[in-house]
């Protein structure tokens, strides 16, 4: 694959299917070439500790730590601590491992240092030997609020405590319209080399839209020059992983590739769609905004030829 | 041995010595006869969570947790976290074991909560299976600070971090003066009945001048009618464990049982002091004031014996 070393790609990013595209990113491009910008509408305290799922899953991702067994936390992970967690009465819903952790731990002492969330990313990114630049969507708190049937649910609330079980009725960002985005966010925005923006196959509503919804985004992506180019994460009307599909029947959208696609609406240049759902390239309204190829990382050469795919695709595109 | 159903006993107990004299104390006394006041003077925050090491070792020596190896901390300890924490650049002198972490957790989250120190440790005993009553001195924060050749240190700074290597030269107990004594504290020097406090063989610089040092505490415990008798920590010149022989030389005191009676001064009604110091009766004021025993509880059944000796010379004295 031949992408010119001046051209730039931000990559927009939630969790464990994000990560895997962004861990493919970054063995195509060079640090200076990528941006890997990380929904933090999940994040949460926990005993007084800061938690950030999507941004702990990229970095264990792209540091090859994470737990592939579980698919989700760190390698090599004891449970000591929750285990006696709950023999002291604690809430053991949210599963801390004890490696894991260290890094809620390390981000509450560096903002006790009074450092960022860029900042306390960029240290430990540094000390996880990731070379590549990790940013949180914003430095400011947003927290996803999910509308069920039984009232509304704290993300982690309804994502881990309740398993995704009530119905969703819709999503609020609490606190994005204040939320300034991060400085690198901003930066990757507006940098005059930028190439392609690519919107990973994360779960639209509650890793995407929250970066959506922070002041002056969704405009700034549609202006700009690169081409805004989505991953489906829906493959034969279903998720790869995670609550997507069952949140896309409850809002009543169309459990499809093409329903993700109208979901983004005008916002997107380009589509990318497993090959599974070729059938389907009809029904769209413009075949050239489309790219068929096989979306489901099951292995790191995977995580690459899709990189490598959106990539491609992009330079078609712009 | 015969103590009185009716008579209670209050204990003001820092760390490890204290620690196995209040196990003592409660194989021989019933939960209702019994109060164990402990330090929180050389509590602090660390990484967000509220450690209180002095309570701690407490609970643990009378729920049969404590580390009996390491002579701090649990038993079955592991360091998953901490080894990580170091990875990760974070601060590793104070030894976070995974379980340990866990009663931290569940303090933040008790804190959060609204609870007081008090109730927390009331929950965090219950949940350990001890039943005597185990309660902070005060519900507020004080802080031991230590002046030193080396500038002024907080407590864990000195004693962990610096492995009190710093020569010590003097004390002051930031917060003291606010801080009210804890509910159960108050009512234990109020009850009627009381017949016997005891000053465990802790640190008296650092693990009880700082309950002294709580708004009236010196005063009530002169008036009280019940005998105040300490024992000594110090014996044959040497601490059975941490820094009070090395503070006592620091400070200029007598290295002896003696100069541990003298820092208590009006204070007590009497000491006990070990047999091995017997040759040191005739320098004290008043022999009558003194019961020599061996104090140095080897054994579950050393500690029990001590709490016997120390209820039987209460008896003499009440």
């Known amino acids: 694959m031949s992408w010119p070393a001046d051209n730039k790609v931000l990559a927009l990013c939630g969790g464990v299917g994000g990560a895997k595209l962004a861990l493919g990113l970054t063995r195509v491009l060079s640090p200076d070439q990528l941006t890997i910008v990380v929904n933090t509408g999940d994040d949460f305290e926990h005993f007084g500790l800061p938690v950030c799922p999507d941004l702990d899953t990229v970095t264990y991702t792209l540091s090859g730590l994470s737990n592939t067994e579980l698919g989700w936390g760190r390698q090599d992970e004891s449970w000591h601590c929750l285990e006696t967690l709950e023999q002291l009465g604690g809430e053991t819903w949210f599963r801390l ?140 009307s279903q998720a790869i992983k995670g609550p997507t599909a069952k949140m896309m029947n409850e809002l009543g959208l169309d459990l499809s590739a093409l329903g993700v696609f109208r979901h983004y609406g005008e916002l997107l240049d380009g589509f990318v769609m497993d090959e599974q759902d070729r059938e389907l390239v009809s029904d769209f309204p413009d075949p050239k905004q489309l790219h068929c190829c096989n979306t489901v990382m099951q292995s790191l050469q995977g995580r690459i030829e899709l990189a490598q795919q959106c990539l491609q695709f992009a330079s078609r595109l712009g």
Request: proline share 8%; net charge negative; with cysteine.
């Open 97 to 236: 491992g004890d490696r894991d952790l260290a890094i809620h731990l390390t981000r509450r002492a560096l903002f006790d240092q009074g450092k960022s969330l860029s900042e306390a990313t960029t240290a430990i990114c540094a000390h996880l030997g990731i070379s590549h630049p990790v940013v949180p969507m914003s430095d400011a708190a947003t927290r996803t609020i999910v509308d069920t049937d039984q009232g509304e649910l704290s993300f982690q609330h309804y994502f881990v405590r309740e398993q995704c079980q009530p119905a969703v009725r819709g999503f609020r960002f609490e606190g994005a319209e204040a939320a300034s985005p991060s400085t690198e966010f901003n930066k990757a925005l507006e940098d005059p080399q930028m190439a392609a923006i690519l919107i990973c196959p994360s779960n639209p509503f509650v890793s995407v839209d929250p970066m959506l919804a922070l002041p002056g985004i969704r405009d700034r992506l549609i202006r700009n020059s690169a081409p805004v180019i989505a991953v489906s994460p829906i493959v034969a």
